[in-house]
């Protein structure tokens, strides 16, 4: 069974960094793209960054390009995302999701929440 | 960057009937990179469709999913009580986005 577990999230204040990390099971983590998914409150839905099976590519949203930064390591069958220069509008639910070959995400984790508020 | 629009943003069905659901995109898209999702209140969203028609895994077959270029459309032919959820169209050409979302709700 596919299982991704993020961890990481919490409160944090404007200009602060926090690290969300997301633990994968139950498949071959170094086979697939991953993407990162932001939900604001009461808001739909946002992707965030996306990276390549081997790391060597990675692709952001503008809304956030030059302050995030994701981040793999297959050995750990791990997803990382480090988040600085967080602001107030950065405060969302945090989702890792597995890539398929057409670019949708089929498989979510349950999502990690990061407030940003002073 | 491409934008989805998702209309109506709310629809008011009763069980057992059919809902409609359309998303347009802001310029022609491959049918092999529009999805669809299913988001429930406190979960996270589960994959439905994907390239436009194909229903993912253990979606039942009143999930259906058409249409090409800019104009495509998430089917649920008799409305279930646990089918009364938010939906979301989703492209990929060249980055993700995802539309505005519909909510469908019990009338």
């Known amino acids: 069974e596919v299982q991704l577990v993020e961890s990481g999230g919490g409160l944090v204040q404007p200009g602060g960094s926090l690290r969300l990390s997301c633990a994968a099971s139950?498949?071959?983590?170094?086979?697939?793209?991953m993407s990162w998914v932001r939900q604001a409150p009461g808001k739909g839905l946002e992707w965030v960054a996306n990276i390549k099976q081997d790391g060597s590519e990675k692709y952001y949203a503008d809304s956030v390009k030059g302050r995030f930064t994701a981040s793999r390591d297959n050995a750990k069958n791990s997803l990382y995302l480090q988040m600085n220069s967080l602001r107030a509008e950065d405060t969302a639910v945090y989702y890792c999701?597995?890539?398929?070959?057409?670019?949708?995400?089929?498989?979510w984790g349950q999502g990690t929440l990061v407030t940003v508020s002073s | 960057e491409i934008v989805l629009t998702q209309s109506p943003g709310t629809l008011s069905l009763s069980p057992g009937e059919r809902a409609t659901l359309s998303c347009r995109a802001s310029?022609?898209?491959?049918?092999?990179?529009l999805a669809w999702y299913q988001q429930k209140p406190g979960q996270a969203p589960r994959l439905l469709i994907y390239a436009a028609s194909s229903r993912a895994t253990g979606i039942p077959d009143r999930f259906s999913g058409s249409g090409s270029g800019t104009d495509f459309t998430l089917t649920i032919t008799r409305l279930e009580p646990e089918d009364f959820a938010v939906y979301y169209c989703?492209?990929?050409?060249?980055?993700?986005?995802f539309g505005g979302g519909t909510k469908v709700e019990i009338k």
């Open positions: 139950g498949f071959t983590f170094s086979s697939y793209w």
């Open positions: 310029q022609s898209i491959s049918s092999s990179y």
């Open positions: 989703q492209q990929y050409g060249g980055s993700l986005t």
């Open positions: 999701a597995r890539e398929r070959g057409s670019h949708c995400l089929d498989s």
